[in-house]
Nanobody
């Protein structure tokens, strides 16, 4: 079974950066899409970014375009989310998720989820 492990969350000030990692140890992700989702208290889970492992196509929600960058490392079966110019509204638990096939904006279409990592942006 595919297991995803996130790391890299933390507490930062507005304008600072964080890099989240999502590792799928011992699993080949060639035919998967890996998405990053986030959920703030009292809010629904929302899609942040996604990468199709097969072709490297990337997708971003409008609120993070130009600030976040998703990347993949096939050899390490890992996906990274570089988050720059962080804002207080980016505060949430961030999850990585995998689905077999191309990307989707809908959390319900992802079959595997990590445990989540907290990102807090506050002065």
């Amino acid at each position: 079974q595919l297991q995803l492990v996130e790391s890299g969350g933390g507490l930062v000030q507005p304008g600072e950066s964080l890099r989240l990692s999502c590792a799928a140890a011992g699993f080949t992700l060639d035919y998967y899409a890996i998405g990053w989702f986030r959920q703030a208290p009292g809010k629904e889970r929302e899609g942040v970014s996604c990468v199709d492992f097969a072709n490297g196509n990337t997708y971003y929600t409008d609120s993070v375009k130009g600030r976040f960058t998703i990347s993949r490392d096939s050899a390490e079966s890992s996906v990274y989310l570089q988050m720059n110019s962080l804002k207080p509204e980016d505060t949430a638990v961030y999850y990585c998720a995998a689905r077999y096939g191309p990307h989707s904006d809908y959390a319900s279409e992802y079959d595997y989820w990590g445990q989540g990592t907290q990102v807090t942006v506050s002065s």
